[in-house]
């Protein structure tokens, strides 16, 4: 369940007209499921290779139908106009579905392909299929590189490097034109000690481009930084020997 809340005021310089402020808010309730599958060893199982080297991963979300209900009040600065709506009805969220293939090329080298596609032709709410909403797709390729893994060896040999690029066609379509985007990624792991654990700090940066020039739209040049943390200790689920 969510709530979103929208709220537009409108200022004049002129008292030959009336300011306003139009509140509305959209809730929404209902359930939805993410399912996913992975598999490991591909190649092994169809005798191409004697290690597991292929990896795939699948995830189904499985859209739905919420319950939405829209109320708008609408203010005006005179004595007689305040104006209150409220009506009910639904949100269809469509079926999305993301495949990803992972392959060692050697020790510590991943290369990695994904998609994901989702039915936006679908979605409609009160009913209604707005006209600048279409399906979008995303596909991205990326390839991590790690020197080493073992405790001895150096803090720098221990960092992962990353390299990656991906296009998405997305859901959105302004003037009957679509709204795509081109990026480019990078970024690093860095763990959080040498003694062997897997424990890190990801940073990534993307650059890129979102829309067009033609036909009076904006072309978006974007720049985006993210951190996130990996905390994956094997020390924090064994319990220790007591001698």
């Avoid at 002129?14 to 929404?28: C, G, H, K």
């Avoid at 985006?224 to 020390?235: G, H, I, K, P």
């Amino acid at each position: 369940m969510g709530t979103i809340h929208n709220r537009q005021t409108l200022t004049f310089s002129s008292a030959d007209y009336f300011n306003s402020t139009s509140d509305r808010t959209l809730t929404a309730s209902g359930l939805a499921y993410t399912f996913g599958a992975l598999y490991a060893g591909i190649d092994k199982a169809l005798s191409f290779s004697n290690t597991k080297n292929l990896n795939a991963a699948l995830t189904v979300f499985t859209g739905s139908s919420l319950s939405l209900t829209q109320s708008t009040l609408q203010n005006y600065t005179t004595v007689l106009d305040t104006m209150v709506a409220k009506e009910t009805g639904s949100l269809k969220i469509p079926v999305s579905v993301g495949l990803g293939f992972a392959y060692l090329l050697r020790d510590r080298t991943v290369l990695a392909v994904d998609g994901d596609f989702g039915n936006w032709a679908d979605y409609q709410i009160m009913g209604v299929h707005p006209a600048e909403i279409r399906n979008n797709m995303r596909i991205g390729i990326g390839v991590d590189f790690l020197s080493s893994r073992t405790i001895t060896d150096s803090y720098l040999d221990q960092i992962s490097y990353r390299l990656g690029a991906y296009v998405q066609s997305s859901y959105l379509k302004i003037n009957d034109q679509p709204i795509n985007e081109y990026f480019a990624t990078t970024g690093f792991s860095f763990p959080f000690s040498t003694a062997g654990g897997e424990s890190r700090l990801n940073v990534a940066v993307e650059y890129g481009v979102r829309g067009t020039t033609s036909f009076k739209l904006q072309r978006d040049s974007i720049l985006r930084m993210t951190f996130s943390f990996t905390a994956n200790e094997l020390s924090w689920f064994v319990q220790p020997e007591i001698e």
